[in-house]
């Protein structure tokens, strides 16, 4: 056995594998937890565990903006009830004594879709490239983490998982090279989301140094008490101990069944303020005056968030090739990217300031006046981890993986640069990225 590829740490010895200049240590489980109550910490066994096959995926349906756009078929990967794993993602050539910058991912997908070894989260060009370490991280989705509790009460257990993930890692990146006092969380749509939920969560401040949050869908976390009160009363309508081969069933049921028509119900199942260990709402600012100052963060939103809505939706997209027609859909497009994700990230960046805390604010616009899809909803991830196999498809709109890899440079290396440092040395790059220190 290679013993640059095995890792000793207090949860267990593991063993990983070369991939293309970095070392991957994959499905590594953090938790365990019976279902619908709180994540508990999981040790191994002794001996050496062999981590070489991605993470399992959580539960979950068909998602038809990532496979149309991207070519993600979740169907296609192993889906487990109980998803709490990571994987781990570190430079080949670099001692173990080096601690390294740590970089952990929260995957988005509506809070009912995604894992972190996805093929659109590849971790190795940030890896290779600026020398950090970056874990991707599964937690439970949809009806499993964002629900009910044994007791048939409001429960944030996928949060709750995430926090339970940083734990893990104080506990053991440092035997995978990490430096476990700098620690930066980032994510995506509803990975970003999480982010926020971590930095707002109570207990949460000695487990991480910096965020970044990218498109936040925070105008649909607002205002949610009748939906949420709708979930709740339904999810316990179904026997808690419903076998596992039912649950995306009574998922579905569940989401046909919502009557909810604003902004909340894109977000179905999504934390609940006020539930543990979330503050209310109307609590937030108080709590960010307790952890702005100690945490640098970098926020931000794509030009044109809800021009997905062009790839998955035939109709709105002939309308917006029709010259008639096409202001009309891009009207709706704006209205709903401000509501949505432009203006609320805004305001949580001033708040955020406004509580003590140092705060970038950037705008995405890669391609936002050349392509219909342009600096879209999930635009951003193509240059932060490369194309995967999306090439050809919608995402890549036009371009071929070289090409995105080399667009995408130097917003890995401001990324990067701002999790191993807190700082911002670029403040633009030209057609794609535009920050701003508030």
Same mark, same amino acid.
């Given at each position: 056995m290679r013993k640059d590829l095995t890792f000793k740490a207090p949860a267990g010895t593991f063993v990983g594998y070369e991939d $293309?200049?970095? #070392?991957q240590i994959?499905? #590594?489980?953090?938790?365990?937890?019976?279902?619908?109550?709180? +994540?508990?910490l999981y040790h191994y066994g002794s001996g050496n565990h062999l981590m070489m096959a991605n993470a399992p995926f959580g539960i979950q349906a068909h998602s038809v903006a990532e496979y149309d756009l991207?070519?993600?078929?979740? $169907?296609?990967? +192993?889906?487990? $009830?109980?998803d709490q794993y990571l994987s781990i993602t570190r430079p080949l050539n670099q001692q173990i004594d080096e601690k390294l910058p740590v970089m952990v991912w929260f995957h988005g997908?509506?809070?009912?879709?995604?894992?972190?070894?996805? +093929?659109s989260y590849d971790r190795k060009l940030l890896v290779k490239e600026n020398g950090v370490i970056v874990v991707g991280v599964n937690y439970r989705l949809g009806l499993l983490g964002f629900s009910r509790d044994r007791e048939g009460n409001y429960a944030n257990n996928g949060l709750l998982d995430a926090i339970t993930s940083l734990k893990w890692l104080q506990e053991n990146i440092a035997a995978f090279g990490g430096d476990p006092d700098n620690v930066t969380i980032f994510g995506q749509s509803a990975g970003a989301d999480m982010v926020r939920g971590i930095i707002l969560a109570s207990g949460t401040a000695n487990l991480y140094h910096r965020a970044i949050m990218q498109s936040d869908p925070i105008g649909? /976390?607002?205002n949610r008490e009748k939906l949420d009160a709708q979930v709740l009363e339904l999810i316990n309508q179904y026997p808690i101990d419903a076998p596992t081969s039912e649950l995306l069933k009574i998922q579905l049921e569940i989401q046909d069944n919502i009557t909810e028509k604003g902004l909340d119900k894109f977000l179905i199942f999504a934390p609940h303020y006020g539930a543990y260990p979330l503050p209310a709402e109307n609590e937030i600012p108080t709590r960010l005056k307790a952890v702005a100052a100690d945490h640098k963060l970098l926020i931000g939103a794509t030009t044109r968030e809800a021009a997905i809505v062009l790839g998955t939706s035939e109709k709105l997209a002939g309308l917006h090739e029709k010259r008639l027609t096409k202001r009309i859909t891009e009207r709706? #497009?704006?209205k709903m990217s401000h509501a949505i994700f432009i203006d609320p990230s805004l305001e949580f960046a001033q708040q955020y300031a406004q509580a003590g805390g140092t705060v970038y604010h950037y705008a995405f616009s890669w391609l936002d006046d050349q392509k219909t899809l342009g600096a879209m909803h999930i635009a951003d991830l193509a240059p932060l981890f490369g194309l995967g196999q999306a090439e050809g498809l919608p995402v890549a709109m036009g371009y071929t993986q070289a090409q995105v890899v080399e667009a995408g440079r130097p917003m890995r290396q401001i990324w990067t640069t701002f999790a191993a440092k807190g700082i911002i040395k670029q403040f633009?790059?030209?057609? /794609?990225l535009t920050i701003e220190q508030l």
């Amino acid at each position: 056995m290679r013993k640059d590829l095995t890792f000793k740490a207090p949860a267990g010895t593991f063993v990983g594998y070369e991939d $293309e200049g970095t #070392i991957q240590i994959k499905g #590594i489980r953090y938790a365990d937890s019976v279902r619908y109550d709180r +994540p508990v910490l999981y040790h191994y066994g002794s001996g050496n565990h062999l981590m070489m096959a991605n993470a399992p995926f959580g539960i979950q349906a068909h998602s038809v903006a990532e496979y149309d756009l991207q070519g993600t078929r979740y $169907e296609d990967f +192993p889906q487990v $009830e109980n998803d709490q794993y990571l994987s781990i993602t570190r430079p080949l050539n670099q001692q173990i004594d080096e601690k390294l910058p740590v970089m952990v991912w929260f995957h988005g997908g509506s809070y009912r879709n995604g894992g972190a070894d996805g +093929p659109s989260y590849d971790r190795k060009l940030l890896v290779k490239e600026n020398g950090v370490i970056v874990v991707g991280v599964n937690y439970r989705l949809g009806l499993l983490g964002f629900s009910r509790d044994r007791e048939g009460n409001y429960a944030n257990n996928g949060l709750l998982d995430a926090i339970t993930s940083l734990k893990w890692l104080q506990e053991n990146i440092a035997a995978f090279g990490g430096d476990p006092d700098n620690v930066t969380i980032f994510g995506q749509s509803a990975g970003a989301d999480m982010v926020r939920g971590i930095i707002l969560a109570s207990g949460t401040a000695n487990l991480y140094h910096r965020a970044i949050m990218q498109s936040d869908p925070i105008g649909s /976390m607002k205002n949610r008490e009748k939906l949420d009160a709708q979930v709740l009363e339904l999810i316990n309508q179904y026997p808690i101990d419903a076998p596992t081969s039912e649950l995306l069933k009574i998922q579905l049921e569940i989401q046909d069944n919502i009557t909810e028509k604003g902004l909340d119900k894109f977000l179905i199942f999504a934390p609940h303020y006020g539930a543990y260990p979330l503050p209310a709402e109307n609590e937030i600012p108080t709590r960010l005056k307790a952890v702005a100052a100690d945490h640098k963060l970098l926020i931000g939103a794509t030009t044109r968030e809800a021009a997905i809505v062009l790839g998955t939706s035939e109709k709105l997209a002939g309308l917006h090739e029709k010259r008639l027609t096409k202001r009309i859909t891009e009207r709706f #497009i704006k209205k709903m990217s401000h509501a949505i994700f432009i203006d609320p990230s805004l305001e949580f960046a001033q708040q955020y300031a406004q509580a003590g805390g140092t705060v970038y604010h950037y705008a995405f616009s890669w391609l936002d006046d050349q392509k219909t899809l342009g600096a879209m909803h999930i635009a951003d991830l193509a240059p932060l981890f490369g194309l995967g196999q999306a090439e050809g498809l919608p995402v890549a709109m036009g371009y071929t993986q070289a090409q995105v890899v080399e667009a995408g440079r130097p917003m890995r290396q401001i990324w990067t640069t701002f999790a191993a440092k807190g700082i911002i040395k670029q403040f633009k790059i030209n057609q /794609m990225l535009t920050i701003e220190q508030l």
